[in-house]
């Protein structure tokens, strides 16, 4: 399939891996930190409530195809350390600490975490999340706006010029259902485009009535019990890593997010619902029900990959240890950032500790 971008056209699959890269930076708590500062400057989004309308498609495909179901099961029971989103951490001579896979949303179910993690959290000394600088989101957006060039086109580029009619119309009409003006967009990047629309009217109407997001909820309890709260990265390096990857990258995965339109709905409710359960090796092979394999996209993903899952996880791992070694703590970061080979959990094993998955 050919999509023409203003003068230029991109062959993509329609969807190919695209929606993957969509999906996985969706979950940067960057994003959920800029759709808050964005929604600041639209008050109508939180003017009524919006309820929430996806399907869990894995549901439907268990019903429709069992045989493709049961291989999305297969695929998701393969991913190592694929199962459960709270595990505890030890090593030989300290207390032990604990980690939770989070999702960057606002839905009460996920807000309200499992009882053992709750427990975890509360009797923690020390709180490590993705950024500690979404305690303050006034502060947070006063740094990202330190590095204008890598949100917005700095060379008068705006999104209409980059977009056909029709993929125009389109975002216009998506935004608006999200409360938001294109003009407040029309100069940004494609990805932080993107990370509006990828997430359902039902959790675009929360967070404008100021609904934290899990890991914010996490951190700020923690501030109001004493605690003290330690971040892994900051937004500003969340961000370099987006901006990184090229533009045309991002307007393909502005592009397929448009085009899903409602999907979108479902392909989130079904990601909670695994989140919920659980099953987050599951995830990727969910996605790919939507999504199939693309091999012309295979090098953009392989560097998708690299910069953004892999990389930030070592970072994360490096910087956690140190304060893991004083034991006792309550670490929350991105679900997704935890299985896999290269995953959170098994660098951490890497540098001596255990970590085992807790029912």
């Not at 930190?33 to 003017?47: G, K, R």
């Amino acid at each position: 399939m050919t999509i023409s971008i203003g003068h230029r056209s991109l062959s993509i699959a329609s969807p190919g891996n695209i929606l993957l890269w969509l999906i996985a930076a969706f979950h940067m708590l960057l994003a959920a930190t800029l759709i808050a500062v964005l929604l600041s400057v639209s008050p109508a989004a939180a003017a009524d409530d919006v309820a929430c309308t996806g399907r869990n498609i894995l549901t439907d495909l268990k019903q429709s195809d069992p045989a493709r179901y049961a291989e999305v099961v297969k695929e998701g029971d393969a991913v190592p350390n694929g199962k459960g989103i709270f595990w505890k951490i030890e090593k030989q001579g300290i207390a032990p600490s604990w980690l939770l896979g989070s999702m960057h949303v606002t839905d009460p179910r996920v807000l309200n975490l499992p009882p053992r993690a709750q427990a975890a959290h509360d009797a923690a000394n020390t709180i490590i999340i993705e950024s500690d600088e979404i305690l303050d989101e006034k502060k947070a957006s006063a740094a990202l706006l330190m590095r204008p060039e890598l949100m917005m086109f700095t060379d008068g580029t705006t999104i209409e010029k980059l977009l056909s009619h029709e993929d125009y119309a389109r975002l216009e009409q998506g935004l608006k259902e999200r409360g938001i003006p294109l003009a407040a967009v029309s100069r940004m990047r494609p990805w932080m485009i993107s990370s509006v629309v990828a997430l359902p009217g039902c959790e675009m109407a929360r967070k404008a009535k100021g609904v934290q997001f899990l890991d914010q909820k996490i951190a700020t309890d923690a501030i109001a019990s004493g605690k003290q709260v330690k971040g892994l990265e900051t937004l500003a390096e969340q961000l370099q890593a987006m901006a990184e990857l090229p533009t045309d990258f991002h307007l393909k995965s502005l592009i397929e997010t448009l085009a899903l339109g409602s999907k979108m709905n479902d392909v989130v409710e079904t990601m909670t619902d695994l989140y919920l359960s659980g099953d987050i090796g599951m995830t990727i092979p969910m996605l790919k029900t939507v999504s199939p394999d693309n091999k012309d996209d295979d090098g953009d993903y392989a560097a998708f990959e690299q910069r953004i899952i892999l990389v930030r996880n070592k970072v994360m791992a490096e910087r956690a240890a140190p304060i893991l070694a004083n034991g006792n703590v309550f670490m929350a970061v991105g679900a997704l950032h935890l299985p896999g080979e290269g995953g959170v959990i098994e660098l951490l094993r890497k540098q001596g500790f255990t970590v085992t998955a807790v029912n």
